[in-house]
């Protein structure tokens, strides 16, 4: 009898009317008792620490298997509609997968309602306690899982089709199939740390903002597998990667479904004085990427790259990046820093945004000038950096306390990478751009949102890339990592990054492209510009300057450690001569974008040794050297000042020194 037959049986004693043997997973009774729970929890491991015992004071019953598409869908028959997702699941006896925390818990009221029983979703506690069915290694099985268990368990920027069929590998001492893999499962709990005491029957019942998942999924490395392993996603996500099993028993003491949004008192305001329009200020280049406090328990990896900036009412600075240890790692977080109102130095990091064993790639930052600062960010099902949703979360309290994250983009799939940079139009529209693809000349996506970021859309219309020619049009922007600006005559303007997306000019050369839309994104007219195209580790920045001019901050050149000769530009350097120049140089157009007849480096012509940190590392600054490359993000703040940021260093100036000789 093949064991998906023997993980199909009725509950016993259960009135089921005529449904058939699938339709309800068989439960295992797992008697008490108790359990270390946890590991070292070593590297981005961190929150498996401490390991502290657990007593399970009472017996429950647990299913099997995880819940089957034929099983959910006696419940929710609408959801076959999404069998074969992604090339997975598609089988009545696949485990479901693409169903929310709400799903699974609305699937268990409704079977509670049928069945005359309590059924639920397991806690974290009662979950690592019957996965590891009484063994103390990583695996139930020992220290690793044989080949029966592997669906594909590598990191997988595309999802391979492999089987979900449930109750195919070995049982283990409790008789339970699938605990290690197959999908991920929901659990009942709310994400939170551990605690060193012992505990009896645990679970986070109130004031989260993820909810636990377990038992890791096909296409991710086998290390997530593990008994120990922690992960956890936003309630609303759904994806391919994901499924759920019930236990039958009460609920935990104290239990409610706890959905509000915690949102802090504190609204001051600081007065921002306008600095002088004729006055030039260059600052001192600071650094804001700083480790945090020793003992605070904030992961800091070793890079530390893509920032986001804006300013805040009360007068500070607020600035977020990506720390990882590998850019398509589980381990990545969002850390923060401030450079608080009359203060010459950045906080240290502080974490800002995490789902827990998720990668976290893409951050913006917007003040919409009404007292609320809003964060998007990408959130991955795994471990690569291609198939994001989007999520936001707001402030009112000059990003003290933020709102609960809120998924505006659902799908796990490409144009979902977040780029700095967000703009509201004139007609209050939000704008949000994204990376199109995870390669480097596959162009930037638009995100609009007509209703103060509740709901979005991306007018693209499946199109292919187009050619990037010069008159050439489109329904993707040229160029990654792109900036926007609306134009006065309303339409949108955007440059982007990639030498293939650039565009040939009247000199037959390559040159950054512009791109023009005069349908809110639906298409896109390409043009060359006068200025040189980026490629890897750079990211430009384009802003429209409260003064009226459009600001753009670039590169003259992609510099390699190996390259004998840079290529500069001819443009205003340090000391006010025109002269060939290299690196990051600072662009003024009054003329929409047409021209550029105001083009200087970034640089006061001091002369520093300075660590751009990432990618850029060491570099000399002086009269016709600036920083080489780097990821680029800025604001202005109300009182003219424009705050740079590159990978690692904080630049302040204002528009009177760009125009200075």
């Known amino acids: 009898m093949k064991r998906i037959a023997m993980c199909a049986m009725l509950l016993a004693g259960a009135t089921v009317g005529a449904w058939a043997q699938t339709d309800i997973p068989e439960i295992k009774t797992i008697e008490k008792g108790h359990f270390w729970m946890g590991s070292m929890?070593?590297?981005?491991?961190?929150?498996?620490?401490?390991?502290?015992?657990?007593?399970?004071?009472?017996?429950?019953?647990?299913?099997?298997?995880?819940?089957?598409?034929?099983?959910?869908?006696?419940?929710?028959?609408?959801?076959?509609?999404?069998?074969?997702?992604?090339?997975?699941?598609s089988g009545d006896d696949e485990a479901v997968t693409n169903v929310s925390w709400y799903d699974a818990m609305d699937y268990c009221r409704w079977l509670s309602e049928r069945t005359g029983r309590t059924f639920r979703l397991p806690t974290e506690a009662e979950w690592e306690y019957a996965c590891r069915a009484g063994t103390p290694f990583p695996f139930y099985w020992g220290d690793g899982l044989p080949g029966v268990f592997h669906r594909n368990q590598q990191k997988a920027r595309t999802l391979r089709q492999v089987s979900l069929q449930v109750g195919v590998?070995?049982?283990n001492g409790f008789g339970l199939c699938d605990m290690h893999g197959n999908v991920e499962e929901w659990c009942l709990d709310w994400y939170a740390p551990y605690e060193a005491q012992a505990a009896t029957d645990p679970c986070v019942v109130s004031g989260g903002l993820y909810r636990v998942t377990r038992g890791g999924s096909h296409n991710t490395p086998e290390q997530y597998l593990r008994s120990a392993n922690r992960m956890a996603m936003i309630p609303s996500d759904r994806h391919s990667m994901t499924g759920f099993r019930i236990v039958e028993a009460?609920?935990?003491?104290?239990?409610?479904?706890?959905?509000?949004?915690?949102?802090?008192?504190?609204?001051?305001?600081?007065?921002?004085?306008?600095?002088?329009?004729?006055?030039p200020i260059f600052c001192e280049p600071r650094v804001y990427v700083l480790p945090p406090l020793q003992g605070s328990k904030t992961p800091f990896m070793r890079h530390n790259h893509q920032p986001a900036i804006t300013w805040c009412d009360n007068g500070d600075l607020l600035a977020i990046w990506f720390s990882a240890d590998e850019e398509n790692g589980r381990d990545m977080v969002v850390l923060s820093s401030r450079l608080r109102k009359g203060k010459k130095e950045w906080t240290p990091a502080e974490l800002f945004f995490k789902v827990p064993d998720r990668n976290m790639t893409g951050s913006s930052l917007l003040n919409d000038r009404q007292g609320?600062?809003?964060?998007?960010?990408?959130?991955?099902?795994?471990?690569?950096?291609?198939?994001?949703?989007?999520?936001?979360?707001?402030s009112h309290d000059n990003g003290a306390t933020w709102s609960r994250p809120r998924i505006i983009e659902g799908e796990h799939t490409v144009r979902h990478q977040v780029i700095q940079g967000p703009i509201i139009l004139n007609d209050g529209t939000f704008v949000q751009l994204c990376d199109a693809g995870p390669g480097s000349e596959d162009g930037t996506s638009i995100h609009l949102s007509s209703d103060g970021g509740k709901t979005w859309c991306d007018p693209?219309?499946?199109a292919p890339l187009p050619n990037f020619v010069?008159?050439?049009?489109?329904?993707?922007?040229?160029?990654?990592?792109?900036?926007?600006?609306?134009?006065?005559?309303?339409?949108?303007?955007?440059?982007?990054?990639?030498?293939?997306?650039?565009v040939v000019g009247a000199d037959g050369k390559r040159h950054l492209p512009i791109s023009i839309s005069a349908d809110r994104g639906k298409t896109w007219t390409y043009h060359a510009s006068p200025l040189p195209p980026i490629q890897g580790h750079q990211r430009l920045v384009l802003l429209r300057l409260a003064e009226g001019p459009l600001m753009l901050v670039s590169f003259t050149d992609h510099p390699t450690r190996t390259k004998k000769s840079e290529q500069g530009m001819?443009?205003?350097?340090?000391?006010?001569?025109?002269?060939?120049c290299y690196g990051a140089y600072v662009a003024l157009s009054y003329d929409e974008g047409k021209t550029w007849p105001v083009i200087r480096l970034?640089?006061?012509?001091?002369?520093?040794?300075?660590?751009?940190?990432?990618?850029?590392?060491?570099?000399?600054?002086?009269?016709?050297?600036?920083?080489?490359?780097?990821?680029?993000?800025?604001t202005q703040s109300p009182d003219g000042m424009i705050h740079l940021l590159s990978s690692r260093i904080h630049y302040a100036f204002n528009k009177a020194w760009i125009e200075s000789k």
Do not use: C
């Open 169 to 171: 590998t070995p049982p």
């Open 570 to 580: 001819m443009m205003r350097a340090a000391d006010g001569t025109e002269q060939m």
């Open 602 to 634: 970034l640089s006061d012509g001091t002369e520093r040794y300075l660590n751009g940190g990432a990618w850029t590392q060491f570099f000399t600054m002086d009269n016709t050297h600036a920083e080489p490359r780097g990821y680029l993000a800025v």
């Open 372 to 394: 609320t600062l809003y964060h998007i960010n990408g959130v991955e099902a795994a471990g690569d950096w291609q198939n994001l949703a989007m999520v936001l979360r707001e």
């Open 460 to 462: 693209w219309d499946g």
């Open 470 to 502: 010069e008159g050439g049009t489109g329904t993707t922007i040229a160029g990654i990592h792109a900036g926007v600006v609306q134009l006065a005559d309303g339409r949108l303007m955007a440059m982007g990054r990639g030498i293939d997306n650039a």
């Open 41 to 89: 929890g070593v590297g981005e491991n961190y929150d498996e620490a401490p390991v502290h015992r657990v007593d399970i004071s009472h017996s429950f019953g647990m299913a099997v298997t995880e819940v089957t598409n034929a099983q959910y869908e006696q419940f929710r028959p609408e959801h076959r509609a999404l069998r074969g997702k992604d090339g997975l699941s």
């Open 250 to 279: 009460p609920y935990p003491a104290g239990w409610t479904v706890d959905e509000s949004h915690y949102v802090g008192e504190n609204h001051s305001r600081a007065k921002w004085n306008k600095v002088s329009d004729t006055q």
